[in-house]
């Protein structure tokens, strides 16, 4: 039962446009989602997290929006850079719940 | 700076080995995971520790054990590895409730 899912194994982008990455999740109890980044031979880095009493947060060029009706997130890059070029997971959590559960990842390539 | 360390980073070993892999972490975190990463699956949790000597199963324990005996460092057994258990490994820490950091993952074949 895949309680998070990436539906997109990745995406191509052109450099300087907007990255967009989706993540949909059944589990209507999460209230903190996270999206890390992993380049290949490293360990997954943390990016940017929401908590369920928001809707939108930002840092610098990364933006999450969080659509609980929908039970979706999205993770926007702008403007996309070639360094962005990984793969990005979404993960989700439930208050009080020391662990995460990962999707499947997206592999983000951006072309110069 | 965060730091957390895993013993190998590329290892291969053979049906039926009992393999060890060991992580460390600096930042006096309570809570340590050991996950996997299989392409199409994502992470997928194997244990985890929230203090020494404690654990619990995550998502895919059955072939794993842990060992938590120290509060930095944290160990995951294969009693008898198997071709199944070709992976990406990775180690991570974190205080209560927080992100989560990683080490760099240790690629095991198993031949």
């Known amino acids: ?112 | 700076d965060v730091k957390v360390t895993q013993s190998s980073r590329y290892l291969v070993k053979r049906t039926g080995e009992k393999v060890f892999l060991e992580c460390v972490q600096d930042m006096d975190h309570e809570n340590m995971f050991w996950y996997r990463q299989d392409p199409g699956l994502g992470l997928r949790l194997i244990y985890f520790s929230y203090d020494v000597k404690m654990k619990e199963k995550g998502d895919i324990p059955e072939g794993y054990s842990v060992s938590r005996e120290k509060k930095e460092r944290f160990s995951l057994i294969l009693e008898s590895a198997s071709t199944n258990q070709t992976s990406m490994y990775l180690c991570a820490s974190s205080l209560p409730l927080l992100e989560q950091y990683f080490g760099p993952g240790t690629r095991l074949t198993v031949t």
């Open chain 1, 1 to 112: 039962d895949q309680q998070v899912k990436q539906n997109s194994p990745s995406l191509s982008v052109q450099e300087g446009r907007i990255s967009i990455l989706n993540c949909d999740y059944t589990n209507s109890m999460f209230d903190y989602f996270l999206w890390y980044k992993k380049y290949p031979a490293e360990g997954p880095t943390f990016l940017i997290s929401i908590s369920s009493i928001k809707d939108k947060n930002e840092d610098g060029r990364f933006t999450v929006f969080l659509n609980k009706s929908a039970k979706h997130l999205s993770l926007h890059i702008v403007p996309s850079q070639p360094g962005d070029s990984a793969v990005y997971f979404c993960a989700a959590n439930r208050w009080g719940a020391q662990k995460l559960v990962f999707g499947q990842g997206t592999r983000l390539t951006i072309n110069p």
